[in-house]
Each structure stands twice: as structure tokens, then as C-alpha cells.
């Protein structure tokens, strides 16, 4: 009899103890009693001690409107304790299940509680999901996928996600493609491709003191300028890496920049492992006008002058140059193969948080130097591969892509070179060796709702900037003294 009288005070006490925590309720205004989403959004305080599990789950199926069912591995004298203020309900019950051991599904409006391998094990709860992507291709999405649920399938014709699994992961599936699926930010690249002769090269090469004074040069100061003080106490600036130029220095330090060459001693940044193909720079603006004036005399060939836009972090690519098939024979199969020359780049933006672009390019130049028994073709590659940040809007210039070519030229006098054995005295060959310089502009702007940043010159103010700049080329006298 006391036995039974002291088990009856027993649960008295723990009822009252459950009844008399502290539970407090904060529910959204414009939430609805009878939206499970809403249900499972409201807030509660809760705080015991020691309390028997499926008493608390009670309490927050109740006031989630949700059923609750416990499975056999749930004990009805486990016991734990939790302290919780202002908590999200679908939080709670999450945290009171996991502190106890166990798992639990959401199926439909109830949930069901048991342990993690009783749960895994049978397929509790399972069904079709089909999830439609506005902006995120849906190959890509569902390998981001495979680790939270490996039944996926892709429809490619609406890009669409059909997904069978259970309501817990199909949840966890939501919030991922919420957070993927955004509108991808869009990069344009103004792309320019120049072929220079080497002869103009060393003619109408940069000479940035006579250009000085024709127009102004704009100069960036390199990130590791530092200011130093000599034993004389004179204060001198110079650059760590050597290069740049100092923005109070208005001479050139008595020293003749070579024609042909862009002057380390300016803001030109040189990459390491790049000096057997050329120079690599972020130009000044008196680079252009001079690019600009070979072009309009027809001492520089224009090549491409396109925009490309392209995703970010996606590849664009523009190929200049031709397709040559050719027939490869193998035993009794005979194929035919593709060889692509000419000027390929591909270059790959990706915009960073704090706005700045990292840029890979990849230029490629090629051409047919031979046609191995009268067939194959034999080309001649030369490529680079470099990967730089840049602001939006700032030019990225390549070039000492240079190659040559020789070519054989035959002058003779009509009728008497056509004489037998005399005839060679009448003709003359000449070899001729061209030398050209290939040279990539690529300027990638940030496109905002398809339009570039404000503040961005496009290619055709730019175009008008130069002409503007070029004004001062007109006097004779300076074309002549930029020869």
C-alpha cells in the first residue's frame, strides 16, 4: 500500500513540477494557428529540470498543432533537462530530441520520434519532391546535393530537381537551394586584339619622355612603395619590387626608356616566369593614345574588337584564325581530324567580395608551318597562362606574343631570266624575315541588372577620350618627334 501511495505522489510531484515551468509563448501576428510552417516558427521559453522526455515532447506538439508518435526505442522514464528562451519550436524540438539520443521525422503534420537506426534503416516518411531552379543549372545543384540525399534525379528540359526522400532532408534540400539559386553575377569583357610589326615597334615605340609633355600620363603607385631616409638624411622613395614609378618624380632620372620595350621603371608589374614571351602590365593611358595612332596610319592591324559576357567564375572564349580537317588512316578506319589556328583566349572572371576581379587568361597563338606528307599539318603554338586581380573597369594588357615568319620573294627580268643557264644572272631572290607582336587588351566591367558600373567608360567613351588626347598629334612636328 505505501508502495503504491509513494509512485502516486511520485508523478503528482513530477506532473505538477512539468506543469508549474516557466513556458512562455511569442507568436508572430500574422501567423496562423492552423499553417504548420507557422506552427513549427513560433517561439517558446521553457525551462525544466529532470523532466520525463515524452512530457516535454507534449508540450511542444501541443503548442505546435503537430501530432507526436514515439517509436519502441523511445523510453517513457527517459529524462532530461532543458533551458530555452524565445526559441523557434522546430529548433526545440530538435534540441530536446538529439540531447535524449534519438532522431526524429516530420511526416506531414505529426512527428515521429525514435532512435537514429530504427529511422535510417526503414524508409519512414519518404516522398517525391520536385524543385524548380530559377538561375542555378540543375547538374551543378545536384552534385552540391548528393551528400544530404543521393536519390536525385534532373529534368534538363525545365531544369527542374525530383527528389524522393524524407520531410526532414527535403527541408534541409530547401534552404541549400534557396541560397543557390541567385541570380549569378555577369562579367563583360571588352576584348581588343592587335598585330604589330616589330619594324613599328622600334618606330612608333612608347617614348614616354617625348610623350611627357604632349599629354599628361596617369600613373598608379605600386602597394609596396615605400619611403626611405639615406645617411645624408635625404628622403628618397622607391618600389620593393623595383618597378612603379614614383607619383612626385616628374623626370625620368635621366634615363632613355628603349622604344620597343614598356619601362620597368613606370607602373609596369613584370610576372615572374614570363620574360620568354614578353611583358604582362597594367598600362598608363599614354600607352593607348600611341596604340591607337598606329592603328588609325595603319601601322598596327586590328584583329578582334568585341565584348564577350560571360557568368561568373564561367570561361569565355573567342577564336580568330581558321579550321583545317585533315584525313588520319588507321588499318581499314579512316577519320577525319580538325586542327584550329589562329589567335584563341579564354579568360575567366571571378568577382571577389571586396568588389576586385581575379581574371585568368589564356592566349593562345598558332599557325601551319608545314603539311607532314602532304597531309598533316604541322602547326607552331605559342601560349601563356596568367592569373591577375584588377579593379572593375581597369585594362589588362598582354603582349611580346611575337612571331615570325620568313617569306621568299623573286625578282627577275622578263624573257632573259627564262634563258637557259644565263637565265639565273637575270634573277634574284630575296628572303625576307616579318616580325609581328601580338598584343591583348582585356577590360572586364561588373555588369549590374546588364549594365555596367556607373563611372565605367565603355569602349566607345573611350574611343572618344582618345580622340580627344590625340588632338595634341596633329602638329607635325610632334608626329615627327614620336618617330
Partial sequence: MKRVVINILILFFVSFFIQSGTIGFAQDENGSKEDSVDGLSQTITLDADDAFLPSILTILAQKSGYNI?????????????????????????????????????????????????????????????????????????????????????????????????????????????????QPSMQIMLDTRIIEVSGGNLEEYGIDWERLNHITSIWVETPLDYVTEVDDNGTVRRRSQSGTGRDPEDQDFGGQTPELDKLPEKYTFQQLDGFSDIGYFSRQLEAFDITLDYMLQNNKAKLLANTSLVTMNNREASLHIGEVIPFIVTSQDEVMIERERVGTMLKVTPKVNTDGYITTTIEPEVSSVIELINGEIPRTKVRTAKTTVIVKDGQRIIIGGLISSQERETMNSIPLLSRIPFIGKFFTHKDFETRETDLLIEITPHILHDGRAAKGVKSTLERGMYYDEMRKSLDNEEEKEELK
Fill in 69 to 181: 508518435v514515439t517509436g519502441p526505442g523511445v523510453s517513457d522514464k527517459q529524462r532530461v533537462s532543458i533551458h530555452l528562451k524565445d526559441t523557434p519550436i522546430s529548433e526545440a524540438v530538435n534540441l530536446v530530441v538529439r540531447a535524449a539520443g534519438l532522431s526524429y521525422e516530420v511526416v506531414g503534420t505529426s512527428f515521429l520520434v525514435g532512435s537514429f537506426e530504427t529511422l535510417s534503416k526503414e524508409e519512414v516518411g519518404l516522398n517525391s519532391h520536385v524543385i524548380e531552379l530559377q538561375f542555378a543549372d540543375a547538374y551543378d545543384t545536384r552534385e552540391m546535393l548528393e551528400d544530404l540525399t543521393q536519390n536525385i534525379q534532373v529534368d534538363p528540359s525545365g531544369n527542374r530537381l525530383i527528389i524522393r526522400t524524407s520531410p526532414k532532408i527535403i527541408d534541409e534540400v530547401r534552404k541549400v537551394v534557396r541560397l543557390v539559386d
